[in-house]
């Protein structure tokens, strides 16, 4: 017997943060979200985006036993930037029984139908700094910070339910050179001159002023709202939102894999980079105290892979070479840790722009993930 419940307390979301870490607590692929994050990202408190959105979780028991789950999202903001009448799926995990899936996704549509919605899509969140598409290749390759692992049933489980493919996106794997390339060091300081670019010295500013550090880290997520807004899936971050990725950002922070782009002391370009949290995650099991301090600790100061978090230019100083000095910065940072390789997070197939920056460097697309499409009716 199944039996699927919307849930509300404290107690029922922790079982249902839970039900992922203990599902694939002895996969070494899967990197379990830490409590910390998941409470705060439902909490209408903490995350500013229930002001223009909102949201329903559920839990499944089968015989008595917790099966599956998943969460609704309704994204008015969203909905409105496209014109579309869409409901959001996310945080879907479900053992492998599709009767349990069918479910889960019977609430979806009930819900979907009462709002007047016509498709439901996922898994994707509130915003596209969360983790967003389902993994349906490279199912043996480890996933990054910002990725959802899933098990390979669960892609034959959205064909049952009738899904199709709405936008797919890669994850590429770049190898890092031993050395840096002269052509791309001397063509970043040919650009810097010629715009009056210049790259922010994060290393001082964390130590001596990271007040002022707090703004230009600002300015960058105010490009990455700009930069992104045409992809598929994003909606405008709230300055709350920002805030709360900037302590993200800070939690990871290698001021050598940060590359800022100042022109008359404003930002306008930079790039992200984080030490690999994989070990990390996976030793916290959903705290980082006290289990994962000393893997935090040895992430930190051995750093053998790192993951992409973002890139982005302002409008007005696009096709003005800023990328080859973000490219050039963050290497030089990546060979003086002894980085090996750039586990890249999600990007569209069809995003030629950021593609082609990776063009002269050994890659390969390591996984692909999906957002799937349900008509309601």
């Given at each position: 017997?199944?039996?699927?419940?919307?849930?509300y307390?404290?107690?029922d979301k922790?079982?249902?943060?839970k039900?992922l870490?203990?599902?694939y607590?002895?996969?070494?692929?899967?990197?379990?979200?830490l409590?910390?994050?998941?409470?705060?990202?439902?909490?209408?408190?903490?995350?500013d985006?229930?002001?223009?959105a909102d949201?329903?979780m559920?839990l499944a028991y089968?015989?008595?036993?917790?099966?599956?789950?998943i969460a609704g999202?309704?994204?008015?903001?969203?909905?409105?930037?496209?014109?579309l009448?869409q409901?959001r799926?996310?945080?879907?995990?479900?053992?492998?029984?599709?009767?349990?899936?069918k479910?889960?996704?019977?609430?979806?549509?009930?819900w979907a139908?009462?709002?007047?919605m016509?498709?439901i899509?996922?898994?994707?969140?509130?915003?596209d700094?969360?983790?967003?598409?389902?993994l349906?290749?490279?199912?043996?390759?480890p996933?990054?910070?910002?990725?959802?692992y899933?098990h390979?049933y669960?892609?034959?489980?959205?064909?049952?339910l009738?899904a199709y493919?709405?936008?797919?996106?890669?994850c590429?794997r770049l190898?890092?050179?031993?050395?840096?390339?002269?052509k791309?060091?001397?063509?970043s300081?040919k650009?810097?001159?010629?715009n009056g670019?210049?790259?922010?010295?994060v290393?001082?500013?964390?130590?001596?002023d990271?007040k002022?550090l707090?703004?230009y880290?600002?300015?960058?997520?105010?490009i990455?709202?700009?930069?992104?807004s045409?992809?598929?899936?994003?909606?405008?971050?709230?300055?709350?939102?920002?805030?709360r990725e900037?302590?993200?950002?800070y939690m990871?922070?290698?001021?050598?894999?940060?590359?800022?782009?100042?022109?008359?002391?404003?930002?306008?370009?930079?790039?992200?980079l984080i030490?690999s949290?994989?070990?990390?995650l996976?030793?916290?099991?959903g705290?980082?105290?006290?289990?994962?301090?000393?893997?935090?600790i040895?992430a930190m100061?051995?750093?053998?892979?790192a993951?992409?978090m973002?890139?982005?230019i302002a409008?007005?100083?696009?096709?003005?070479?800023a990328?080859?000095?973000?490219?050039?910065h963050?290497?030089?940072?990546?060979?003086?840790?002894?980085?090996?390789?750039?586990?890249?997070?999600?990007?569209?197939e069809?995003?030629?722009?950021?593609?082609?920056?990776?063009k002269n460097?050994?890659?390969?697309?390591?996984?692909?993930r999906?957002?799937?499409?349900?008509?309601v009716?």
């Amino acid at each position: 017997m199944i039996k699927v419940k919307q849930i509300y307390s404290k107690r029922d979301k922790k079982k249902f943060f839970k039900f992922l870490i203990d599902m694939y607590k002895h996969n070494e692929y899967a990197v379990p979200n830490l409590y910390m994050d998941e409470f705060g990202e439902f909490n209408p408190k903490i995350n500013d985006a229930f002001r223009f959105a909102d949201c329903k979780m559920f839990l499944a028991y089968k015989d008595g036993k917790l099966a599956g789950r998943i969460a609704g999202i309704w994204h008015r903001g969203a909905n409105e930037k496209t014109g579309l009448k869409q409901l959001r799926f996310t945080r879907f995990d479900v053992i492998d029984d599709f009767e349990v899936t069918k479910a889960l996704f019977a609430e979806l549509f009930k819900w979907a139908k009462e709002l007047g919605m016509n498709e439901i899509i996922g898994p994707i969140s509130f915003s596209d700094l969360n983790e967003e598409g389902m993994l349906i290749e490279g199912f043996d390759r480890p996933s990054t910070y910002i990725e959802i692992y899933n098990h390979p049933y669960y892609v034959e489980h959205m064909k049952k339910l009738g899904a199709y493919k709405v936008v797919d996106w890669d994850c590429y794997r770049l190898t890092v050179p031993d050395k840096c390339d002269e052509k791309i060091k001397k063509l970043s300081e040919k650009i810097a001159e010629k715009n009056g670019y210049t790259v922010l010295d994060v290393k001082y500013y964390l130590k001596h002023d990271k007040k002022k550090l707090d703004d230009y880290i600002m300015q960058c997520l105010d490009i990455l709202d700009e930069a992104y807004s045409p992809l598929y899936g994003t909606s405008p971050l709230s300055e709350k939102q920002k805030w709360r990725e900037m302590k993200t950002i800070y939690m990871a922070l290698v001021p050598e894999f940060a590359a800022v782009i100042l022109k008359d002391d404003k930002v306008i370009a930079y790039g992200f980079l984080i030490p690999s949290m994989n070990k990390v995650l996976q030793k916290a099991g959903g705290s980082i105290f006290p289990r994962g301090i000393i893997p935090y600790i040895k992430a930190m100061s051995h750093i053998e892979v790192a993951d992409m978090m973002s890139i982005g230019i302002a409008s007005e100083h696009k096709n003005k070479g800023a990328v080859a000095m973000i490219i050039h910065h963050c290497l030089e940072g990546l060979i003086q840790h002894g980085v090996k390789y750039v586990e890249g997070g999600p990007q569209l197939e069809n995003n030629r722009h950021i593609q082609n920056l990776w063009k002269n460097y050994e890659k390969e697309i390591a996984k692909r993930r999906r957002c799937w499409g349900i008509k309601v009716d």
